[in-house]
């Protein structure tokens, strides 16, 4: 990783993400290319004035920033563009060919825009890298190497395992500690026509001997994987019983996690993202920042 884009509008919440930005930076020797879009369309003399002032503005406040992360020790730079904000990100991506977007989120007017937030959701859907997001009203990431312990919710599919390839490939765990997690679902009631079939004692009993068969299978998935990827790194397995989207929710806090790293399937998969999908629900409600990386191959 060599180039981390971090979005800024003066708000102390978009500022909220430089916390993890910075320490991926640290883990990495990566830079951070600091990005603010001002509109910049003007029809009259006070217009046009305006516009300028607004440009300076900017310009004054991500170079003050970025001497702020200098002062720290991270390699920083500043940029403004004009346009929208969904437009300068996007074309400071391509144009500094960045490998991943970090940024604050909040919800301006709409279900959608509720969800992620209407910038953040141009760039899950039109970005070519994967995405660092912290929504509105999360606790910041703690100080330290990439947060310090990182989760990874594994269900057994190619999809969610490329999110730990990528954080392997990329040396993201460097002085981390990755938290492998595997959700094994209770048994469901079997419907009938007429409705659930009746419970007895047999169906709890073949609950019970399913689950414990189905955790054992999971302790015996996360050590492979562990050993697959996560060589030499610090890491730990964690199988919990529940359903996912809570279960992994729930981790976050008993296990103290500071950033989670889910795959997502591609661009086209970005309405199944927002909606229903278990990455969605996490990214919605998920109390510490959250990598959203787009589906690779695994070795």
Do not use: N
Not at 118 to 135: D, I, K, Q, W
Not at 269 to 287: K, N, T
């Amino acid at each position: 990783m060599r180039t981390i884009l971090v979005p800024l509008d003066g708000s102390e919440l978009a500022e909220k993400i430089l916390v993890p930005a910075r320490a991926l930076a640290t883990a990495t020797q990566a830079r951070l290319v600091l990005v603010r879009g001002v509109p910049f369309a003007f029809s009259s003399r006070e217009q046009e004035v305006a516009a300028h002032a607004a440009l300076s503005e900017a310009l004054d406040y991500v170079e003050a920033v970025s001497r702020r992360l200098q002062s720290e020790g991270v390699t920083a730079e500043g940029a403004v563009l004009p346009g929208s904000p969904e437009q300068a990100i996007l074309f400071a991506a391509q144009m500094h060919h960045v490998d991943l977007i970090a940024m604050s989120t909040h919800g301006r007017s709409g279900l959608r825009h509720a969800l992620v937030g209407s910038v953040a959701e141009a760039v899950l859907r039109h970005g070519e890298c994967p995405v660092l997001l912290s929504r509105s009203g999360a606790e910041p990431a703690p100080e330290g190497p990439v947060t310090h312990r990182i989760l990874i919710p594994l269900d057994g599919s190619v999809l969610s395992e490329s999110a730990l390839a990528y954080l392997a490939s990329e040396q993201l765990a460097v002085g981390a500690r990755v938290l492998l997690l595997r959700v094994v679902e209770p048994p469901s009631l079997a419907v009938t026509p007429l409705g659930y079939a009746a419970v007895t004692a047999d169906f709890f009993a073949e609950a019970d001997r399913q689950t414990a068969e189905e955790r054992q299978e999971a302790e015996a998935y996360l050590s492979a994987m562990g050993e697959r990827y996560l060589r030499g790194m610090e890491w730990e397995k964690h199988v919990t019983t529940g359903y996912a989207s809570d279960a992994i929710l729930r981790a976050v806090g008993e296990l103290h996690a500071g950033l989670i790293v889910m795959a997502t399937a591609g661009r086209h998969g970005f309405e199944r993202l927002l909606y229903g999908s278990v990455a969605g629900r996490v990214l919605r409600h998920a109390p510490v920042p959250i990598l959203l990386v787009h589906e690779v191959s695994t070795p």
